[in-house]
């Protein structure tokens, strides 16, 4: 018996990147612009989809990501807009984050000839989802007032893959000691010139603007073929 | 449990390549923007590889510093903490020279005994 060393110069993750890439195809051929949204569990990301998806001049359909439960898709499915999902407990080993090949696996059931754009509500997790890429166009993440101002510091990653970080539930800035500008200091020292916006789901403040945004994803996707 | 995902991946890739043989070791090289927890990514990687051909395999993981080069003027340091914009002229174009890497450069294998008589 004798060992050989196989060569191999591989990324670990090809192997999700090329599902990704094969659900962009997807995605682009049915013209739908896709987002991919994230945050830790709680900073707002369903709320925020519920004031922002109300009334956007867009057909939107949502591919909701949990380990457990319909909580969420039930929350969006009110908003009579196509909602789809997917839970990680339901024979994926209860992961915590969405990955290329689960969301392969709901594409049979989105209509995505009926829509312009998909939003991929994630688990909630700021570790996790950062690292699989799931064919999105774009990546956004909420950071909300109450989770602190170090936040950018400590989760580097995935603070620097989105292309947008909305900064939620400044309604509440009053009663916290929420140091605003270092958060924006913190946020410019891991990712310069990151696009960010000040919202509140719940006072409304900046929800326009993201949905301003997210109607412009919707209309990068290129013509349906 | 970012190591128990990341070492799902990495036995899946490492079986795919040792096309059935019998996995010794595995050689990685692992950025240190990719926030791995070396002790953590052990631990995982010995879970994950049980009842596989990669079981009782040694993971050897070389991890990269991170080097950073600005694009305005051309500065190239390691960042200490995840600190990104230029130190010398504080601009915001900055290539990742190294340390986002996640990668399997090779597996040691067992090869299997030839027969010694052909058919």
């Known amino acids: 018996m004798h060992r050989t ?4 110069a591989e990324d670990a993750l090809d192997a999700n990147t090329t599902i990704a890439n094969a659900n962009r195809a997807d995605f682009d051929r049915h013209g739908v612009g896709v987002v991919n ?3 830790a569990p709680g900073a707002g990301k369903t709320t925020l989809l519920e004031k922002a998806l109300g009334g956007i001049d867009a057909r939107v359909g949502v591919l909701e990501g949990d380990v457990q439960g319909s909580a969420d898709a039930d929350r969006l499915a009110a908003l009579h807009l196509p909602v789809v999902q997917l839970n990680t407990d339901a024979g994926f080993g209860g992961e915590c984050h969405l990955d290329a090949n689960m969301v392969r696996s709901a594409i049979p059931d ?3 000839a009926e829509i312009d754009l ?9 570790v996790c989802p950062a690292e699989f890429t799931v064919g999105e166009d774009a990546r956004v993440m909420v950071s909300a007032v109450t989770e602190g101002e170090d936040k950018p510091l400590k989760y580097p990653l995935m ?4 292309e ?13 000691d929420f140091d605003l500008d270092k958060f ?3 946020l410019d020292a891991v990712h310069p010139g990151v696009e960010h916006m000040l919202i509140s789901a719940r006072s409304g403040e900046g929800i326009e603007g993201f949905r301003d945004w997210l109607q412009r994803v919707a209309r990068r996707a290129p013509a349906a073929a | 449990m970012h190591e128990l995902s990341l070492s799902s991946a990495i036995v899946a890739t490492t079986l795919r390549h040792a096309e059935g043989r019998p996995v010794k070791s595995v050689q990685m090289r692992i950025g240190a923007l990719r926030q791995v927890v070396p002790e953590s990514l052990d631990f995982y990687f010995g879970i994950v590889t049980r009842g596989t051909l990669a079981e009782g395999a040694a993971l050897e993981a070389e991890y990269v510093a991170a080097r950073l080069r600005c694009e305005d003027c051309g500065r190239r340091w390691s960042p200490e903490l995840p600190l990104f914009r ?3 002229c504080g601009g915001a174009a900055v290539e990742t020279l190294a340390g986002a890497e996640f990668e399997i450069d090779s597996i040691v294998v067992e090869e299997r005994e030839e027969a010694e008589t052909h058919a």
Do not use: A, Q, W
């Open chain 1, 184 to 186: 924006l200091y913190h």
């Open chain 1, 5 to 8: 060393k196989v060569k191999i």
């Open chain 1, 118 to 126: 998909l939003v991929i509500e994630n688990v909630g997790n700021l």
């Open chain 1, 164 to 176: 947008l970080v909305l900064i939620n539930k400044i309604d509440l800035l009053e009663h916290l």
């Open chain 1, 37 to 39: 949204f994230m945050s």
């Open chain 1, 159 to 162: 603070f620097r893959t989105c």
């Open chain 1, 110 to 112: 989105l209509p995505l």
């Open chain 2, 86 to 88: 230029c130190p010398g």
